[in-house]
């Protein structure tokens, strides 16, 4: 995937161009049509490489074309270590195999180039759909990552709240540091933890009191990065609470999900056809309508169950 310098450079050089000053419809309409898909792509990828992107945290999978819709991965389970007297024969102790069915699907975002945008600017058309396609492509990313990992069949988990009381409930630092506990013990070292905006604050003010975490909340607070805690990468999005709970708002059910914790390149699977977003024009003539479309052929599924913690209400 290309850089965010040179995804830049491309947008600064098509500013200073003569064709910035076209309409949309001018563009569409001459021989530099093929110049606003490419640099609405451009936009769209650097919204994913300006924010959260899940594929950071998830086993790649490059998928050849011709391939079909689903593909297969083997996940090695990590085994205990063997010891042996010296001299002595030894014999193999194999990994336990899993396999993991990834099934590709085309997501995105269409839209139709009305006489409004027709009539747009090309600088202002390229930043408002390039930004717009970009947010719908790291959605669609991270709501089949997240469906992925909390679709694990057994995972570790962290119980907070009561049982049965319908009331959301929230998680501490405490509640994370058991997380990791849980994957330690089952042979796998976490080094993030996804969830909500409202759920890392929450849990970052909740202990506050601890001295040594003054420095890094007041970092978080002048320079708006999240700081590195419990060894882990805290990744939060908006739009987790909708990904992890099946499209609803959380509401305090017995056993709905508020964060998981994992590996990198273990706990998440994702498969594509290409790393990048595509962006095409394309003509309805029945509606003499033009439309733009940028999408992606993508899957993920979890990975080790054992390397999965989800911290979620009890039940």
């Not at 064709?19 to 451009?42: C, H, R, W, Y």
């Not at 009381?165 to 058991?178: H, I, M």
Request: glycine share 10%; net charge negative; charged share 20%.
């Amino acid at each position: 995937m290309s850089g965010i310098g040179e995804l830049r450079e491309r947008l600064n050089a098509f500013y200073q161009s003569e064709f910035a000053d076209m309409t949309v419809k001018e563009l569409l309409t001459g021989t530099s049509n093929i110049s606003l898909p490419t640099l609405v792509q451009a936009r769209a990828m650097l919204v994913l490489q300006s924010f959260i992107d899940l594929r950071e945290i998830a086993m790649r999978i490059r998928v050849s074309r011709g391939a079909g819709k689903t593909v297969e991965v083997q996940v090695i389970t990590r085994p205990d270590y063997d010891s042996w007297t010296e001299g002595s024969a030894l014999s193999a102790g194999d990994p336990a195999l899993e396999k993991r069915t990834v099934t590709l699907a085309p997501f995105g975002k269409v839209t139709k180039i009305s006489d409004l945008l027709a009539n747009t600017s090309a600088i202002n058309f390229v930043e408002q759909i390039g930004q717009v396609h970009g947010a719908c492509i790291r959605q669609g990313i991270l709501d089949k990552i997240v469906d992925g990992m909390a679709g694990a069949a057994s995972p570790n988990s962290v119980s907070v709240g009561t049982k049965g009381d319908a009331t959301e409930a929230n998680f501490t630092l405490s509640d994370v540091a058991s997380a990791i506990s849980a994957n330690l013990t089952s042979g796998f070292t976490p080094n993030f933890i996804v969830t909500a905006p409202d759920k890392l604050w929450t849990a970052f003010t909740t202990d506050y009191d601890v001295k040594q975490f003054y420095g890094s909340l007041n970092d978080m607070m002048i320079s708006g990065n999240i700081p590195k805690i419990l060894g882990l990468d805290w990744l939060m999005d908006p739009y987790f609470e909708l990904a992890i709970n099946g499209g609803s708002f959380w509401n305090g059910s017995d056993g709905e999900k508020y964060a998981i914790v994992g590996t990198k390149g273990m706990s998440a699977i994702w498969a594509a056809l290409r790393e990048e977003p595509v962006v095409e024009v394309y003509r309805v003539g029945t509606e003499l309508s033009n439309y733009i479309v940028t999408h992606m052929d993508g899957g993920a599924s979890q990975g080790p169950d054992e390397s999965i913690c989800i911290i979620q209400h009890a039940a």
